[in-house]
């Protein structure tokens, strides 16, 4: 499969979007399309599906769109739930149409062979099973199985119909049927949204192994970095090819742009001799024929254009301006947070100057606790208590605003009714909202121009202690990378949530990690907790959760016969599904093709071995959620 378009542009009521397009896809390639927020990156996507948005570009190439094979897409917005009281499992097996149509035609066939053993119904199953085994007939629904636990959803949630699930978790259950789709190239808009940490780094490892072609837009840095080999930079309308990963990229980038300057700088000065050369010797009738000839060398000169500079316009702002806290920011004991039943249970001190993430699975009590601390949640139980002069500013990662219907102005004034108005317009400028902007009504922004408003109302307080839930949500590369300068200046208190590794990584110097077991407190970094994860049990940390020493005991007494039995019937199933492949390559040898006696013998050994895999599957499916209720206790 190759696909190609050359010399392409995209425009908009004449005006253009994106010029000079030249893109190729082949069988295998690893592509992120980056650029700045508007820059027009979900607008190529589009394009490499709506073929009619394209017209001739602007160089004197020749527009052209070509496709050699098959090329099939998959656009994750494209998929759509037909009929939302199918339950999930049953979504999910729509995936495999030929191979579940195989099942039955297989079934028909074996009963048909009892009856009726002739060569024709034979050739007819051999054919039938040859096809079942290419499209990975015996381990298609273990394919579907990891990739449900991997997103995070559970045994009873295959049960569940669609209508059931939420925005975040239909958009999974999307996600995994475009993967599961098998197309020939894969469209992926911000993949990592919706996912936590474990699930992003289970996407990654699939999309590095990954045997087709997917086109990724993303704004993370390191997820980019460990599954592309291609970047196409969206910069003042232009495509340009990078070839490599993302720090890669940044490094041509940079290199490029230096290189193109001192050329451009290079050339300007040789004109610029050039021309002095002409104007002193023109009016000298025996030099004009020679200074003539220099101002034929500047004209005959592939004149090289000024490189423009990458657009980091970004907001700003200086928070160490604000009073400092006491050296205690924040104490909990015996804390309680949820909302109908306990999610995790906390002891816990926050010291000035410290810089904690708080990162783990969907659902496990992030958000709540940081509400449950903003005062948005009553706690279920236990004590918190701030130290003095402590100052919070909240981010809340639902982006809700005083009234959805004012103005930008309008709504900064409400939150700061005592603030002039050219103050606030300089608030607001600082984030990037200059002039009309202010006017701008607040449902009508994009989710970056959201998240910069709820900075600039956050960061105008001058809080000493930040509580942020998922702040890099939204914005471009840019955007978070001046979030992370500020913030690692920041001389305050932050307690962050974030499912972004590379913003983790660069800001946490303590974790909280959210597991099954409810919440530990880990005092190092996240590349430090990275290399220690295989071994975290052995490691000493202070234990937020707090459970009663005879009761941590018999649950890990519990945990551990259950993790036995899990690795005793994993065993047994592969000692088994080993047994069923070696009748089933009997049952595919030519010489056993016309005796029907042992073929039915075959069959009834592969049946036997089924139902034997059948109640170890099941039986293992029942030991796997006892060990998940232990595990919520």
């Not at 005991?553 to 519990?558: L, W």
Request: one cysteine or more.
């Amino acid at each position: 499969m190759k696909y190609t378009i050359k010399n392409a542009a995209i425009s908009l009521n004449g005006e253009p979007i994106l010029t000079d397009i030249n893109f190729e896809i082949t069988d295998t390639s690893h592509i992120a399309i980056v650029g700045r927020n508007g820059a027009g990156k979900t607008t190529l996507l589009n394009a490499l599906i709506h073929n009619e948005m394209l017209e001739e570009g602007f160089l004197e190439e020749k527009f052209e769109i070509h496709k050699i094979g098959t090329c099939t897409i998959g656009y994750l917005e494209q998929i759509t739930f037909n009929d939302e009281k199918r339950t999930l499992i049953e979504e999910i097996k729509k995936c495999y149409p030929e191979l579940l149509e195989l099942e039955q035609k297989l079934e028909k066939l074996v009963k048909k062979l009892e009856e009726n053993s002739s060569e024709k119904t034979i050739g007819e199953y051999t054919t039938a099973l040859d096809r079942f085994e290419l499209l990975g007939g015996y381990s298609y629904q273990k394919e579907y199985e990891i990739m449900l636990k991997k997103f995070g959803f559970s045994e009873s949630d295959k049960e569940k119909s669609i209508s059931s699930f939420s925005g975040g978790e239909r958009t999974k259950i999307a996600f995994l049927k475009l993967l599961l789709g098998k197309q020939d190239i894969l469209l992926l808009d911000e993949p990592t949204n919706h996912l936590d940490i474990k699930a992003i780094e289970w996407l990654e490892n699939y999309l590095k192994d990954y045997k087709k072609a997917f086109i990724i837009v993303s704004h993370d840095r390191m997820f980019l970095n460990n599954t592309v080999n291609t970047i196409y930079d969206i910069s003042y309308k232009k495509v340009t090819k990078y070839i490599g990963n993302y720090e890669v990229y940044e490094k041509q980038k940079k290199e490029n742009y230096e290189k193109t300057l001192k050329d451009y700088e290079r050339q300007q000065k040789e004109i610029e001799r050039l021309n002095a050369l002409y104007e002193k010797f023109r009016a000298k009738p025996t030099k004009a024929k020679m200074a003539l000839a220099k101002l034929h060398m500047i004209e005959r000169m592939d004149k090289i254009e000024r490189p423009l500079k990458t657009n980091e316009k970004t907001f700003k702002t200086n928070l160490n301006k604000m009073q400092p806290s006491g050296k205690n920011v924040l104490s909990l004991k015996d804390l309680e947070v949820g909302y109908d039943h306990t999610l995790a249970k906390f002891s816990l001190e926050i010291m000035q100057g410290q810089k904690i993430g708080v990162i783990g699975a969907n659902g496990t009590g992030k958000s709540t606790l940081l509400k449950t601390l903003a005062g948005l949640i009553k706690p279920i139980k236990g004590h918190i208590s701030f130290g003095y002069h402590v100052h919070i500013g909240y981010f809340d990662q639902n982006l809700e605003m005083i009234n959805n219907e004012h103005t930008l102005l309008e709504e900064f004034k409400a939150s700061f009714p005592e603030c002039l108005e050219s103050d606030a317009r300089s608030a607001l400028g600082a984030f990037l909202f200059s002039g009309n902007d202010v006017a701008k009504k607040i449902n009508v922004l994009s989710g970056g121009e959201k998240v910069r408003l709820q900075l600039c109302k956050i960061l105008y307080q001058k809080p000493n202690f930040l509580i942020l839930d998922e702040p890099t949500n939204h914005l471009d590369l840019i955007g978070k990378q001046q979030l992370e300068s500020i913030l690692t200046d920041y001389k305050g208190t932050i307690l962050f949530v974030s499912h972004d590794r590379y913003f983790v990584k660069k800001i946490a110097s303590a974790l909280i990690v959210f597991d099954d077991f409810g919440a530990k407190f880990y005092p190092y970094d996240y590349e430090t907790y990275k290399e220690k994860e295989k071994s975290l049990e052995k490691q000493s940390h202070i234990e937020l959760q707090i459970i009663p020493t005879k009761q941590k005991k018999n649950i890990t007494n519990h945990t551990s016969d259950y993790k036995k039995e899990l690795a005793k019937i994993d065993k047994e199933i592969t000692k088994l599904e080993g047994e069923k492949k070696k009748w089933e390559k009997e049952l595919y040898k030519e010489e056993n093709y016309t005796d029907y006696q042992k073929i039915n013998d075959l069959q009834q050994h592969i049946e036997e071995v089924e139902k034997k895999l059948s109640s170890l599957e099941k039986k293992w499916e029942e030991t796997a959620k006892k060990l998940e209720e232990k595990n919520m206790l």
